[in-house]
């Protein structure tokens, strides 16, 4: 199960959707702009154990707008799933 969220900064966590036009991920107003059902783009992207986080910027007025999170499903961790997605074997 794969959940991603924009945290904005005055704290609300809004769902992100993938608007099918365009390929975009949006969200609804932008905080800074107002431009509704905005795009946001990712920036700097990090991660943790089992979430990728990246700064979200405003697509029409390029404002930063809070912290894109996308949590993945994972046993071991994002890190150990891409080495052994990348071919490297591990024997347990």
Known sequence: ???SIICLHDGKAIPLRINQ????????????????DVGV???NQ??????YYADA???????????IEVTVSTIFGIEEDQAVLNGRVRVY
């Open 41 to 43: 783009s990712g920036r």
């Open 57 to 67: 910027y405003c697509i029409a007025c390029c404002a930063h707008i809070g912290t």
């Open 46 to 51: 990090r991660h943790d154990h089992d979430t």
């Open 1 to 3: 199960m794969t959940r």
């Open 21 to 36: 036009a365009h390929g975009a991920a949006t969200v609804g107003a932008c905080p800074a702009c107002s431009t509704a």
